[in-house]
């Protein structure tokens, strides 16, 4: 999470640096705290996993399906789904053989700060058939420098239209989306769940063109592993949306700032495929209905599973 917030704050912090004296101390202990972070994984964590698991899988490869599928073991992301006690809930519609021959698109929700649910990469490509799944982010991402490297050879596609439909249609593989995205991030209450669903129709429109069937997967727990701070005038929030990347402050366990999340298990809940015709140019009218039909799966979805998760009072409501 630091690597994807903090090159967007460089430039913000050199110019208060430059303009505002009394900012430098703090300035210089974040910057101090961020490498020391990342020293303590390169040179602790990342020899110590690596042997412990006997893995190669965080080896840089030239992107082909194969590497992807072992780099998707990397230890970070290992450690992360054990972390987090991470839980897998399908319905039998989606056991093997139903679409072993089905390239699907996953739309998981709510994003939270991180939807850490998404981290057992491999299960996304190995569980439901044995084709590979390309998880999307914002295209700004894949232009970091080591940050890109990293979501590059995890399988990471731009969240754009044509590259998700090609993906869908030429390659034949898995896609999975975070489907509320950075708008998602803002949307965290205690008292109820929020997914930012409303104004989400492109993904019908892709669905459509490419045929593929939309799995709806709800993601208990994501909005709790952190503490989001949300300024009132929503400035942070229109500034995420104009860069492609958050730049939300958050806590995590101990309140520790951009720190590890909390504890809290996750069950990742899978709903029915909503099958989709595939027709090159959709009309309004059908767009409207299917997206009519994965609000319902959503509701249907976290309606049933629910109370097992420990939230029988929690509502879900689509932003």
Not at 219 to 230: P, S
Not at 267 to 281: D, H, L
Request: with cysteine; proline share 7%; aromatic share 14%.
């Amino acid at each position: 999470m630091i690597g994807n917030v903090f090159p967007f704050l460089i430039v913000p912090f050199i110019l208060l640096y430059t303009l505002l004296p009394s900012s430098r101390i703090v300035i210089q202990c974040i910057f101090v705290y961020v490498f020391a972070l990342g020293a303590v994984e390169v040179c602790i964590f990342k020899p110590y996993f690596r042997n412990k698991y006997n893995l190669k899988a965080d080896v840089i490869h030239n992107g082909s399906k194969e590497g992807i599928k072992l780099y998707q073991y990397a230890f970070t992301e290992r450690n992360t789904s054990k972390y987090l006690s991470a839980k897998f809930i399908w319905p039998s519609s989606l056991h093997r053989p139903a679409m072993e021959s089905t390239p699907m698109l996953f739309a998981i929700v709510p994003h939270g700060v991180a939807p850490f649910g998404i981290t057992t990469y491999p299960m996304w490509s190995k569980l439901f058939n044995d084709t590979l799944c390309r998880w999307t982010c914002a295209p700004v991402l894949l232009s970091i420098p080591i940050i890109s490297i990293f979501l590059r050879n995890i399988g990471y596609i731009p969240a754009k239209s044509s590259s998700i439909v090609e993906t869908l249609t030429k390659k034949e593989q898995n896609v999975g989306i975070i489907l509320d995205g950075i708008a998602g991030m803002f949307q965290q209450s205690s008292k109820e769940e929020k997914a930012y669903l409303k104004k989400r129709l492109g993904i019908i429109k892709i669905a459509l063109r490419s045929g593929a069937p939309i799995v709806p997967v709800y993601g208990f727990g994501h909005t709790d592993m952190y503490t989001v701070v949300v300024d009132p005038l929503g400035i942070l929030e229109k500034l995420s949306h104009m860069l492609g990347a958050s730049l939300t402050p958050f806590f995590g366990r101990w309140m520790w700032f951009l720190g590890p999340p909390r504890r809290t298990p996750i069950s990742v809940v899978f709903g029915e495929p909503i099958v989709c015709p595939k027709v090159e140019e959709p009309t309004k009218e059908m767009i409207v209905e299917y997206h009519q039909k994965m609000l319902d799966a959503y509701e249907n979805l976290f309606e049933t599973h629910k109370e097992a998760y420990g939230w029988k009072d929690k509502k879900l409501r689509f932003v």
